[in-house]
């Protein structure tokens, strides 16, 4: 009799437990495509126009007697941050980046040299809509900007200053492909907007503009919570 109960509860067991087993698996969610918490570092096009800060430096070059300098670009912006995302299809990103644009001084008496700095710190929020390895993003956001400007003069001995506070909002979309290894690449396009809000504060009261492109790479630090 107990080889018997042996036999029929042998394969009855084995079946519950194995689904079980089963089961369990079915309720474990996918593997994530995007991390949890990741770093990434982008470089980007960004060529804003400094009509405004070009309109000071000349309004000083005529009031001063200064000769008239070159007028001022910037044509990249280099940032990195992190990426917070609590479920894949939100991410917070917080960021900081740099912009330079420097020119070399001429070798007539009446040139001279520009040099800006702009420094970014800000974030935005992102949409994704993960496919396979691939995902794609849309989002805003807002920051700060602070822009340090100068011009010195080689004929006549003088430097010249103007600097400004800017708040800046911002719209992005792209694609991102993810490496089996969690890292991502990234394309994404935009428009940014930058005025300053509290001009007694600053040289000149001016707004900053420009379409943005770039491209990001991000690597995983934490997969999920």
Known sequence: MKK???VFSLPILSIFFLSNALW??????????????SFFVSANYFSPKLDDVNAVYST???????????DFKNYYSVSGGIKISPVEQQTLQAEVGISLYKTPLGSSDNSSKNFLQLFYTGGTYLI?????RLSFFAGAGAGYIRLNTERTYSGQIGVAHVNANL????GTIGAEFFHSTGVSF???????YATTPLPERSDLDF???SITGGIK?????????
Do not use: D, M
């Open 207 to 209: 707004t900053l503009h």
């Open 167 to 170: 708040f800046q909002v911002h």
């Open 217 to 225: 790479v991000s690597v995983p630090l934490i997969n999920k919570f």
């Open 128 to 132: 994704n809509f993960p496919l396979n």
């Open 186 to 192: 990234a394309v994404e396009g935009g428009y940014a």
């Open 60 to 70: 000083i070059e005529k009031n001063y007697y200064l000769p008239a300098g070159t």
């Open 4 to 6: 018997l109960v042996a």
């Open 24 to 37: 369990a698996q079915q309720k474990e969610p996918p593997p994530r495509l995007i991390s949890a918490v």
